[in-house]
Nanobody
């Protein structure tokens, strides 16, 4: 399975970006797809996830209400719509897929396949 993440860029505080994660080589019905992010000098952290089969979504407290994760089955693609961006959202964003149990959906170790990162920079 291959994941390709794109859509990053530079925006000002309060701006919006939409990230895309396109999957190939596997159907995603049994999987969860997540976005993690890693800021300079920090550990990679969970941002959002979606259970492909039912569309249930999960968010980190730091992005809840500003970010929206969604999926397009026809394109085998997951999106992360990011609104009201803040400088602290600056990071490399990675998409990943796995089959986590519900209690582990936010854990980095629950995901087996990772895409390359896409850089998001929010200027103040």
């Amino acid at each position: 399975v291959q994941l390709q993440a794109f859509g990053g860029g530079m925006v000002q505080t309060g701006g919006s970006l939409r990230l895309s994660c396109a999957a190939s080589g596997r159907t995603l019905g049994a999987y969860a797809v997540a976005w993690f992010r890693q800021a300079p000098g920090k550990e990679r952290e969970f941002a959002a996830a979606i259970r492909w089969s039912v569309g249930a979504t999960y968010y980190a407290d730091s992005v809840k209400g500003r970010f929206t994760i969604s999926r397009d089955p026809a394109k085998n693609t997951v999106y992360l719509q990011m609104n009201s961006l803040k400088p602290e959202d600056t990071a490399v964003y990675f998409c990943a897929i796995g089959r986590p149990i519900l209690s582990a959906i936010r854990r980095i170790g629950s995901y087996n396949y990772w895409g390359q990162g896409t850089l998001v920079t929010v200027s103040s």
